[in-house]
């Protein structure tokens, strides 16, 4: 079993929440990947501060997304990705609500987010442990007032850990955590930091076609309600920025073996529960290519 095969990079925007981005497991040095997926989301509104479903600010976005993975050694690899979303107002919300100057119905498309990532592992057997550390910083100065917006626009440190368990060859099991800091731009917030945990596990269906299922939990240190913003424009129209987001994703995805150095992926995502957070679902479908070593059956 080839762990590669198994969790192909899956690079969606830190504006929504999804995952897998990152493993236990490394390429050999001199190996390397570059992934392009693309992706649908659907936010059928929100989940108000106490977990009860609110219908208003529907959205749908679009996204493509390039990512890069080379090993420099046998144990140290960096990774690099840069999504291009277009995102719309596609529900609607209370009468006397601002909104963003996006929020006409129509799609707005923007690059997001460069994310950077450096994995080390430390630990090789039997239990594999690969330390990370990164950072996330926006493209450009894109706009961030209202809902049908890029992405929040904030400068983000992380570091964590990936584990990672071979369980024969055929099977395995996966856990990622990251701590993020992220920079101060609400005044009246004074942290957003989070904690987010990943949990995965997956096998081969067949020789080529691999099958994992997925968690995502998400925890904010700090923030304000969606409740409390509402009384406050200025808040409102810059929430994503400045709401204590939680939330639990759930899903599953396959991986298929097209050729030895090329696989496709598909991966589903819904937000089962959350606060201040955004009711939503996921497709996203792609491609990666690997290169750089000799590729044959593990």
Request: aromatic letters at 10%; charged letters at 20%.
């Amino acid at each position: 079993m080839r762990p590669s095969a198994l969790g192909a990079v899956v690079s969606i925007s830190a504006l929504f929440p999804a995952g897998a981005a990152g493993q236990a497991w490394l390429p050999a040095r001199g190996e390397g990947s570059v992934a392009v997926t693309l992706a649908d989301y659907a936010f059928d509104g929100h989940f108000d501060s106490d977990g009860s479903s609110d219908p208003f600010g529907g959205t749908r976005a679009k996204s493509i997304a390039v990512e890069a993975t080379y090993a420099i050694t046998d144990r140290l690899a960096a990774t690099a990705g840069l999504p291009y979303i277009a995102t719309r107002l596609s529900g609607s919300f209370p009468a006397g609500v601002a909104l963003g100057p996006l929020d006409d119905g129509r799609y707005h498309a923007d690059f997001q987010d460069l994310r950077v990532e450096l994995r080390f592992v430390a630990v090789p057997l039997p239990i594999t442990i690969t330390p990370l550390v990164g950072a996330s910083i926006p493209s450009h100065a894109y706009e961030v007032t209202g809902e049908a917006v890029p992405g929040k626009r904030t400068r983000e440190a992380f570091l964590g850990t990936n584990v990672g368990r071979a369980l024969g060859r055929r099977a395995y099991v996966h856990c990622r955590y990251v701590f993020t800091r992220v920079e101060k731009v609400v005044p009246e917030v004074n942290t957003l930091d989070r904690s987010t945990v990943e949990v995965e596990a997956g096998g081969m269906a067949t020789g080529r076609l691999g099958l994992r299922a997925l968690a995502i939990r998400q925890v904010t240190h700090g923030g304000l309600d969606l409740e409390d913003m509402r009384t406050n424009p200025n808040f409102f129209r810059t929430h994503d920025r400045a709401a204590r987001t939680n939330y639990l994703n759930v899903g599953g995805g396959m991986t298929f073996e097209a050729t030895p150095t090329v696989e496709v992926y598909a991966v589903f995502l819904k937000t089962v529960s959350g606060e201040n957070a955004h009711r939503a679902r996921f497709l996203s479908v792609g491609a990666s290519w690997r290169f750089g070593g000799r590729f044959g059956p593990d």
